[in-house]
């Protein structure tokens, strides 16, 4: 059973026990190793996945065949949904960062609960809103922001979508390799390195193993 994850998750926030016990029953768990391709743009799609372990990422590929990520997933976080709602194909790439468990949920199961309800349809808008409003930021930020711009500005999305705060500031838990940081910012691996050995010598971020610590939300935004 998957309730108590489900129930953590913000678009079924208000179904009652036995609401969330239904829909366990009815969500599939598969279980994708690492580097796995769950989903393709331009498949078919009738699938809701929620991230019960690991992570992914969201990408697209560019006319020039670089892969652009434009976003990460962790625990508790959904996609598939813009599928799932209109029946016209995927519009992105899902890949799995790690090994990582999924809930799946059919499109007829899903259309049945919105419409006993109605609420968790008018949460999913919330939810496309502003990851519409987050890709119109990151095109803007590609298109007009200088390079420590666009890597600080992937930095302060990492934090806002997977970040913990601490006392010292936001700890991004398992940060992206600096490769994974060029394809957010839409650069090179050799820059990410540089930026980020500057932003740690000026104070802003402090690494710790795997993790990434951003010391207070003042991070430069432009390289002057």
Do not use: C, W
Request: aromatic share 4%.
């Amino acid at each position: 059973m998957h309730s108590e994850l489900l129930k953590r998750v913000s678009l079924f926030e208000g179904l009652n026990d036995e609401e969330l016990s239904t829909l366990s029953q009815v969500a599939l768990p598969r279980l994708f190793p690492k580097d796995r391709v769950v989903i393709m743009a331009e498949d078919e799609g009738d699938t809701l996945f929620v991230i019960s372990t690991g992570q992914v990422k969201v990408s697209i590929v560019s006319e020039d065949g670089r892969e652009v990520i434009l976003s990460m997933l962790g625990k508790g976080n959904f996609f598939g949904e813009m599928s799932l709602l209109d029946g016209h194909p995927r519009s992105a790439n899902v890949t799995t960062m790690q090994e990582t468990e999924l809930l799946m949920l059919r499109r007829a199961d899903f259309l049945r609960l919105i419409q006993n309800k109605p609420q968790i349809a008018v949460k999913l808008l919330a939810v496309l809103a502003s990851r519409l409003r987050k890709t119109d930021r990151k095109i803007k930020g590609l298109a007009l922001s200088d390079v420590t711009g666009r890597i600080t500005q992937t930095l302060l999305q990492l934090a806002e979508e997977q970040g913990s705060t601490t006392p010292e500031g936001v700890l991004i838990h398992n940060r992206p390799t600096h490769q994974d940081l060029a394809n957010m910012s839409g650069t090179t691996r050799e820059t990410v390195s540089r930026v980020l050995k500057r932003l740690e010598s000026q104070g802003y971020i402090v690494h710790k193993g795997k993790d990434l610590l951003i010391v207070g939300a003042d991070l430069p935004v432009s390289d002057s």
